[in-house]
C-alpha cells in the first residue's frame, strides 16, 4: 500500500484532504462548503460574462458590401502598336493621401499582350508596368467602375547621356 501512494501523488493528494475535511466540526464545514459554493458561482457568473463580451464585440456593424472591379489590361509597343508578352503588371492600392499600401498584386501578360484581374475594390490604384527592353510605366487610376480596360503603351528606353562617352 506504501508503494502505490508513492506512486499515485494524487492519490495521497485525495486521502489527506478527506482527512482534513473528516476533521472539521459541522459549523466549519458549512462554511466550508458556502465559500466553496460562491466560488463556483463566481467563476460561472465570470464565464458568463466573457462568453457575452465576445458574443458583442464579434458582431460585424452591417455595412455594404464593398464594391469590386474586373480590370483588363492590354499591354502594346508605342511605335508599333504591336503586344508586349510576359510584361509584369503590379497594382497597388492606396491610401487617402496616395501612398502605397503594403499588399498588391503581380500580374503576366500573355502572348497577346492581354491580363485581367477580378475582385479589385473600388479606389485608388496605381498601376506599374514592368517589361525587359522597355522604360518602366506607371499612372494612378481611380477605380469607379464594375469593369476598367487599361491600354499601357511602352516606350523604347531613351538614350542615357554620360560623361564617360
Known amino acids: 500500500m506504501a508503494g502505490s501512494a508513492a506512486s499515485n501523488p494524487f492519490g495521497t493528494a485525495l486521502r489527506r ?11 466549519e ?19 458568463l460574462f466573457c462568453a457575452t463580451a465576445l458574443a458583442l464585440f464579434a458582431q460585424d456593424t452591417p455595412r455594404q458590401p464593398a464594391q469590386m472591379a474586373t480590370l483588363s ?28 499600401k503594403q499588399e498588391g498584386l503581380e500580374l503576366k501578360s500573355h502572348e497577346d499582350g492581354k491580363a485581367e484581374t477580378g475582385g479589385v475594390p473600388y479606389g485608388k490604384m496605381r498601376v ?14 481611380n477605380i469607379d ?10 516606350q523604347k528606353p531613351k538614350e542615357q547621356f554620360s560623361i564617360y562617352k
Do not use: C
Open 128 to 141: 506599374q508596368v514592368i517589361a525587359s527592353g522597355f522604360r518602366t510605366y506607371g499612372e494612378d487610376f
Open 145 to 154: 467602375k464594375p469593369t476598367l480596360e487599361i491600354t499601357v503603351k511602352l
Open 29 to 47: 464545514e458549512s462554511s466550508w462548503t458556502a465559500k466553496m459554493i460562491h466560488m463556483i458561482l463566481h467563476r460561472r457568473a465570470t464565464l
Open 17 to 27: 484532504g478527506l482527512r482534513q475535511r473528516r476533521s472539521l466540526t459541522h459549523v
Open 73 to 100: 489590361f492590354t499591354v502594346v509597343r508605342e511605335s508599333s502598336g504591336k503586344p508586349v508578352r510576359n510584361a509584369e503588371i503590379v497594382l497597388h492600392l492606396l491610401d487617402k493621401n496616395g501612398n502605397q
